[in-house]
C-alpha cells in the first residue's frame, strides 16, 4: 500500500495517515486503553494509600473511618462500572477498526 501511495505521488503524510495509522489501529487503541486502565487503577490504589484524593480516598475514608458498609458498596459499584464501560469500549472500538484484508 505504500508503494501504491508512493507512485501516486502521495505526500509524507497521505502515507502516513492513508497506510501506516490504519493498519496499527487496534494496536494503538489495545495500548491506549490498557494504559488508561492502569492509570485508573493507579489512580485508586494511590488514593487509598496516600490520601491522594479521588474515589482510593473516599474508599479509605468510609472504610477505616466511618465504617459505612453502605458506601463502600456503591464506591466499589462505582469503580466496577467504569472499568467495565472502558472495557465495552474498548472492545468496540477494535471490532470497528478491525482490518479485514
Known amino acids: ?7 501516486c ?5 497521505h ?7 490504519p493498519s496499527c489501529m487496534t494496536a494503538l487503541l489495545s495500548w491506549l486503553f490498557i494504559r488508561f486502565e492502569i492509570n485508573f487503577t493507579n489512580a485508586i490504589a494511590v488514593g ?3 490520601g491522594a484524593g479521588g474515589l482510593g480516598f473516599q474508599l479509605a475514608m ?13 464506591l466499589v459499584y462505582m469503580i466496577l462500572a467504569v ?11 477494535r471490532k470497528k477498526y478491525i482490518i479485514h484484508a
Do not use: C, K, N, P
Open 83 to 93: 472499568v467495565a464501560i472502558l472495557e465495552v469500549v474498548a472492545i468496540r472500538l
Open 9 to 13: 505521488g502521495a505526500s509524507w503524510w
Open 48 to 50: 487509598a494509600a496516600a
Open 62 to 74: 468510609t472504610s477505616s473511618f466511618y465504617f459505612d458498609f453502605h458506601e463502600i458498596g456503591v
Open 15 to 21: 502515507i502516513v495517515f492513508q497506510a501506516i495509522v
Open 1 to 7: 500500500m505504500i508503494e501504491a501511495l508512493r507512485a
